[in-house]
T-cell receptor, first 115, second 113 residues
Framework: GAVVSQHPSRVICKSGTSVKIECRSL??????MFWYRQFPKQSLMLMAT?????????EQGVEKDKFLINHASLTLSTLTVTSAHPEDSSFYIC???????????FGEGSRLTVL | GDSVTQMEGPVTLSEEAFLTINCTYT??????LFWYVQYPGEGLQLLLK?????DKGSNKGFEATYRKETTSFHLEKGSVQVSDSAVYFC????????????FGIGTKLQVIP
């Protein structure tokens, strides 16, 4: 079964609104989760590292105020795209590192379309 | 910095054909190498991995050998099926740890009956 669950899988919103995407670790507690963005015909780009109980660590070029990350519990991280614009339309994927297995587990992804 | 170069797709094959998806990398140190697969509408799943030179990762009929001398980790399968249609990502994790996974661009494979 799934180890990481994302919700919603698809969301369409109007320009200027905010959208929240949830990422849940189902099988184990995750102090760290990762958020990626996948552009069409491009690879996954790490946006930020979500740390439970503390501020997220953002990669260079990623706007902190634009992409708000909250990691309030050991099983849940949320990504909020604030004041969304059409250029924010993308596929967002979260992942969790499984220490025991030594592999990254990915959510199903969330496709955001901003009209 | 680290980088992964993958052949661009899409790759279209007939069922039971032989598959090769090339992957080469640039990295300092001794990275671990991975192949991930993304089926339509799903997240990425680990397909196979190799953690040191000459290791061979295998799963579901797919194989890839860690070749340090050619800095390659090509994915192969002897006989593809329609259910193998997906996007395949080559990736590496270097000494920076799991925070620094470097992915290739992804290769879309389409297998036709």
């Amino acid at each position: 079964g799934a180890v990481v669950s994302q919700h919603p899988s698809r969301v369409i919103c109007k320009s200027g609104t905010s959208v929240k995407i949830e990422c849940r670790s189902l099988d184990f507690q995750a102090t760290t989760m990762f958020w990626y963005r996948q552009f069409p015909k491009q690879s996954l780009m790490l946006m930020a590292t979500s740390n439970e109980g503390s501020k997220a660590t953002y990669e260079q070029g990623v706007e902190k105020d634009k992409f708000l990350i909250n990691h309030a519990s050991l099983t849940l991280s949320t990504l909020t795209v604030t004041s969304a614009h059409p250029e924010d339309s993308s596929f967002y994927i979260c992942s969790v590192w499984g220490r025991t297995s030594g592999e990254l587990f990915f959510g199903e992804g969330s496709r955001l379309t901003v009209l | 910095g680290d980088s992964v170069t993958q052949m661009e797709g899409p790759v279209t094959l007939s069922e039971e054909a032989f598959l090769t998806i090339n992957c080469t990398y640039t990295a300092t140190g001794y990275p671990s190498l991975f192949w991930y697969v993304q089926y339509p509408g799903e997240g990425l799943q680990l397909l196979l991995k190799a953690t040191k030179a000459d290791d061979k990762g295998s799963n579901k009929g797919f194989e890839a050998t860690y070749r340090k001398e050619t800095t390659s980790f090509h994915l192969e399968k002897g006989s593809v099926q329609v259910s193998d249609s997906a996007v395949y990502f080559c990736a590496l994790i270097n000494s920076g740890g799991y925070q620094k996974v470097t992915f290739g661009i992804g290769t879309k494979l389409q297998v036709i009956p």
